[in-house]
């Protein structure tokens, strides 16, 4: 007989955040710098930890560019050559502290992984993603990179339970992703039935993580900077989005023009789109897990990024949070049935 787990389990729509007494007077005084060592790398990251997603048409070189300026986060995806990485560098030196790199789990990726990080040492973070963190070849993966790259910073996922997130701190991963099927433009749910509600995902995961002095990225589900903020209440140390950053001029991709409207496409790297970009079509043993939909063009990423941190930090001050690391100590999550009144939604 299969297990069944009734606990119930959340996602951000479920909760809202309980404010309390603050001695904050301004949002300006909040502080979104979070200072990090990590448990096998051993560096210390200083930054926003706010991350722009490893999706081809996300993690681009313009939105590492430009995010870093804010002091935010991007995993840049895995399809960039080192010589294009070497033009980057050169070109973008002081974005090299908040980006990484990122790779798969097959021989090919190590190898060009391997080139990217020996043509520009100054990379230190390394993102190892695959749609399922569980199997033992990807784990066999993170010790592998780890035994390589000693010192480098490395990210792992995906996987949304604690004991999963334990193996892989442990097999050498300083950063767990977390988050399965939660992504706008991810069916993994619909195809699979897999699956994980990201709230819940992020603080089962994160007290894993912190109990081994790790760290985790809630990976995906966010769709205004309300969720943000609920992410990081959660305990996750990173937030990633792909979809809050999608429709931009930093976004890889043509714009479309309909009806006299812009679109940009944003789709999931398990697409049909993507797959028959990078593998020459969807292999006959499974299926697309992914959406490709024409995101409205939103101009200059700059008025979202502004967006969410104006968001986080009076999240933070309604509940009394000086600091971004503060916001899970002071946050109360309460359960809801509605969080919002959409009489004027469009």
Same mark, same amino acid.
């Given at each position: 007989?299969?297990?069944?787990?009734? @606990?119930?389990?959340?996602?951000?729509?479920?909760?809202?955040? $309980?404010?309390?007494?603050?001695?904050?007077?301004?949002?300006?005084?909040?502080?979104?710098? $979070?200072?990090?060592?990590?448990?096998?790398? $051993?560096?210390?990251?200083?930054?926003?930890?706010?991350?722009?997603?490893?999706?081809?048409?996300?993690?681009?070189?313009?939105?590492?560019?430009?995010?870093?300026?804010?002091?935010?986060?991007?995993?840049?995806?895995?399809? /960039?050559?080192? @010589?294009?990485?070497?033009?980057?560098?050169?070109?973008?030196?002081?974005?090299?502290?908040?980006? &990484?790199?990122?790779?798969?789990?097959?021989?090919?990726?190590? @190898? $060009?992984?391997?080139?990217?990080?020996?043509?520009?040492?100054?990379?230190?973070?390394?993102?190892?993603?695959?749609?399922?963190? +569980?199997?033992?070849?990807?784990?066999?993966?993170?010790?592998?990179?780890?035994?390589?790259?000693?010192?480098?910073?490395?990210?792992?996922?995906?996987?949304?339970?604690?004991?999963?997130?334990?193996?892989?701190?442990?097999?050498?991963?300083?950063?767990?992703?977390?988050?399965?099927?939660?992504?706008?433009?991810?069916?993994?749910?619909?195809?699979? %039935?897999?699956? +994980?509600?990201?709230?819940? &995902?992020?603080?089962?995961?994160?007290?894993? &993580?912190?109990?081994?002095?790790?760290?985790?990225?809630?990976?995906?589900?966010?769709?205004?900077?309300?969720?943000?903020?609920?992410?990081?209440?959660?305990?996750?140390?990173?937030?990633?989005?792909?979809?809050?950053?999608?429709?931009?001029?930093? =976004?890889?991709?043509?714009?479309?023009?309909?009806? %006299?409207?812009? /679109?940009?496409?944003? /789709?999931?790297?398990?697409?049909?789109?993507?797959?028959?970009?990078? &593998?020459? %079509?969807?292999?006959? +043993?499974?299926?697309?897990?992914?959406?490709?939909?024409?995101?409205? /063009?939103?101009?200059?990423?700059?008025?979202?990024?502004?967006?969410?941190?104006?968001?986080?930090?009076?999240? =933070?001050?309604?509940? %009394?949070?000086?600091?971004?690391?503060?916001?899970?100590?002071?946050?109360?999550?309460?359960? =809801?049935?509605?969080?919002?009144?959409?009489?004027?939604?469009?």
């Amino acid at each position: 007989m299969p297990n069944i787990v009734n @606990e119930l389990k959340l996602d951000f729509k479920d909760v809202l955040l $309980r404010p309390k007494r603050s001695t904050l007077k301004s949002r300006s005084e909040v502080n979104l710098e $979070r200072e990090i060592t990590f448990k096998n790398s $051993r560096r210390t990251y200083k930054g926003i930890p706010i991350m722009a997603s490893n999706m081809d048409t996300i993690g681009t070189f313009e939105m590492a560019r430009d995010l870093s300026k804010h002091g935010l986060f991007t995993t840049v995806h895995k399809y /960039y050559t080192p @010589e294009q990485w070497k033009t980057f560098a050169a070109q973008n030196p002081d974005c090299l502290k908040n980006i &990484a790199a990122s790779a798969g789990s097959s021989q090919g990726d190590f @190898e $060009r992984l391997s080139e990217i990080l020996k043509s520009v040492p100054e990379i230190t973070f390394i993102c190892l993603d695959v749609a399922n963190g +569980y199997s033992q070849h990807f784990v066999e993966m993170v010790r592998k990179v780890r035994a390589a790259f000693p010192t480098h910073t490395i990210i792992a996922g995906n996987v949304v339970t604690g004991e999963m997130v334990e193996e892989l701190i442990l097999s050498g991963a300083d950063i767990i992703k977390v988050g399965i099927g939660p992504g706008s433009v991810c069916t993994t749910r619909l195809k699979t %039935g897999v699956g +994980y509600p990201q709230l819940s &995902a992020v603080l089962e995961c994160a007290d894993a &993580a912190h109990g081994l002095q790790g760290h985790i990225i809630s990976d995906g589900g966010c769709t205004c900077p309300g969720d943000i903020a609920k992410a990081f209440a959660g305990g996750a140390d990173f937030v990633m989005a792909g979809g809050m950053f999608s429709g931009h001029d930093q =976004c890889a991709g043509d714009l479309i023009e309909k009806n %006299g409207k812009k /679109y940009k496409l944003f /789709y999931g790297m398990s697409s049909h789109v993507a797959m028959e970009k990078y &593998a020459g %079509g969807v292999a006959e +043993y499974r299926s697309s897990e992914g959406k490709v939909v024409e995101v409205p /063009y939103k101009g200059d990423v700059e008025s979202t990024i502004l967006d969410m941190l104006g968001g986080l930090r009076s999240a =933070c001050t309604y509940v %009394g949070a000086s600091k971004l690391k503060e916001l899970t100590r002071r946050a109360t999550f309460i359960r =809801c049935t509605q969080q919002l009144n959409n009489v004027y939604s469009t």
